[in-house]
Nanobody, 115 residues
Framework: VQLQASGGGLVQAGGSLRLSCAAS????????MGWYRQAPGKQREMVAA???????NYADSVKGRFTISRDNAKNTVYLEMNSLKPEDTAVYYC??????????WGQGTQVTVSS
């Protein structure tokens, strides 16, 4: 499975961005897709995840501001980020997990929120 992420950038606090992650390859076995992020000097943390069945899970810090969605026809997962805060600044990584538990990572995309 290959993951191609896009959509990062620089935005002012309070603004919005949408990240996209397109999956290709042996995607038939992918059950979960989502996003992690890693800020400088911090551990990578889960931001949002979505199962094939449509069950979404969010980090407490982004609940109510971020929305994850999935277009199965395009094999793409999106992360709509609203009301962005400077503490959301990080490299965001697309993630997928197969039915057998195998994890896949895309390249990171930088999100920078200025105050």
């Amino acid at each position: 499975v290959q993951l191609q992420a896009s959509g990062g950038g620089l935005v002012q606090a309070g603004g919005s961005l949408r990240l996209s992650c397109a999956a290709s390859g042996n995607i038939i076995n992918v059950n979960v897709m989502g996003w992690y992020r890693q800020a400088p000097g911090k551990q990578r943390e889960m931001v949002a995840a979505l199962t094939l069945g449509g069950s979404a899970n969010y980090a407490d810090s982004v609940k109510g501001r971020f929305t994850i969605s999935r277009d199965n026809a395009k094999n793409t997962v999106y992360l709509e980020m609203n009301s962005l805060k400077p503490e959301d600044t990080a490299v965001y990584y697309c993630y997928a997990r197969g039915l057998d538990g195998t994890g896949y990572w895309g390249q990171g995309t930088q999100v920078t929120v200025s105050s």
